[in-house]
């Protein structure tokens, strides 16, 4: 039987494995998959993966049990980037791999976590999850004998990269570059952002309710889900709390995507790239939603903010969890020794290097690699004198 091409059926300007930049290592090419399917499987099966299944979205990893963490979030992105990607004939593989890997550099205790490490490492170049996915799979993953990282491709890489500064731009080589030249990622990477924010914006409706910290009627001056519940009272009047929620989520979720298929197929219609690099040099993202519908996006992003990420029970949970962060990075890096033996070993190699930078950088990756209950336990240890060692 003849294997079908991974290219095949894919629009022009979608990410195609033939015009691929290919990896930092060379490989042999994959045997029965493709470059991108060798990506995703990659991903999938590194440390980093599967420590997001233990790391916070919003709500702390042991609140319960039905909220999202970074693993569900990362899987909730890759089902929206695909279906949208396939309405489209984009390379819904790309899409997927660029999906799963956006977050594998989050700190313990979501944006709480970042905030306050950012805030630790300002002195040494600060902190960025961002930057960290990237590094995670540039260098960090220890699995392959011939080189650190997952050697991911240019165009996996170039999706993680969603934003940088400059000054890092510069430091980066070629995934830094489109920066400085004021460039867009391929469309697979620009999906899978909007993608991202579509997720998280939905499920985190999801997540407010279920924790009682806000209520569908809450969000009635909100049109992107007041028009929906609307529909779904007059369609099943009485229904049962927890199905009206689902049945209003599933058609803002559809409402998203099926704008930004409509949105995105007339924007390529109108720019028609001739190929990836061509979506590379224009001036925006060709993957956008509609004025209407990014304004009503916003509107809902504005009401999460202040009625969930600001609601008095998330701040408390936050500012436990900076001051957990804030005191494992001092603790360490007032002395070393308190590191497990390996990155002890790295922090001092480092130091010899780079100085304190060098070695604030080792202690920033054991603390951005740490799950939520990880870090509470390393913090009880270090700092409680019943807890042993
Ligand atoms: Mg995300």
Redesign the pocket.
């Known amino acids: 039987m003849q294997m079908q091409t991974p290219d095949a059926g894919l629009s022009v300007y979608a990410a195609l494995e033939q015009r691929s930049r290919g990896r930092r290592h060379a490989e042999p090419p994959p045997q029965n998959r493709g470059e991108y399917q060798r990506d995703r499987d990659r991903i999938i099966h590194s440390n980093a993966f599967r420590r997001l299944a233990y790391k916070t979205q919003v709500f702390v990893n042991h609140e319960g049990d039905l909220y999202r963490t970074r693993v569900t979030?990362s899987i909730e992105?890759a089902q929206v980037a695909r279906s949208i990607a396939r309405a489209l004939a984009l390379n819904e593989t790309l899409a997927e791999a660029i999906a799963l890997a956006?977050?594998l550099g989050h700190t313990p205790f979501g944006h709480a976590g970042q905030d306050a490490l950012n805030e630790c490492m300002r002195p040494f170049g600060g902190f960025e999850h961002n930057l960290q996915s990237l590094r995670i799979v540039d260098e960090l993953e220890e699995r392959y004998a011939e080189f650190d990282g997952l050697n991911l491709t240019y165009e996996t890489r170039e999706g993680i990269l969603k934003h940088c500064s400059l000054t890092n731009a510069r430091l980066l080589g070629d995934v830094g570059e489109r920066f400085i030249r004021r460039e867009q990622p391929g469309l697979e990477a620009q999906l899978a952002n909007l993608a991202?924010e579509i997720a998280?914006n939905n499920h985190d409706v999801d997540d407010g309710i279920r924790a009682g910290l806000i209520t569908l009627d809450d969000l009635r001056d909100v049109p992107l889900v007041s028009r929906h519940v609307a529909e779904v009272d007059t369609r099943y009047p009485g229904l049962n709390p927890r199905r009206r929620v689902h049945e209003t989520i599933r058609r803002m979720i559809n409402e998203l995507a099926s704008d930004v298929i409509a949105e995105t197929a007339a924007a390529l219609r109108t720019a028609a790239p001739a190929d990836i690099d061509t979506v590379r040099r224009q001036p925006a993202s060709l993957v956008r939603m509609s004025e209407g519908m990014r304004a009503d996006h916003l509107h809902l992003k504005r009401f999460l903010r202040d009625r969930v990420y600001r609601h008095h029970r998330v701040i408390r949970m936050t500012s436990k969890a900076q001051r957990v962060i804030k005191a494992l990075f001092e603790a360490f890096m007032s002395d070393e020794r308190l590191l497990p033996v390996e990155y002890c070993n790295s922090v001092q190699n480092a130091a010899a290097e780079a100085g304190e930078t060098g070695k604030a950088r080792v202690v920033a990756d054991y603390i951005a690699g740490m799950t939520d209950r990880y870090a509470i336990l390393e913090h009880q240890r270090l700092f409680d004198p019943t807890e042993r060692i």
Do not use: A, F
């Open positions: 979030h992105v956006h977050d991202d998280y």
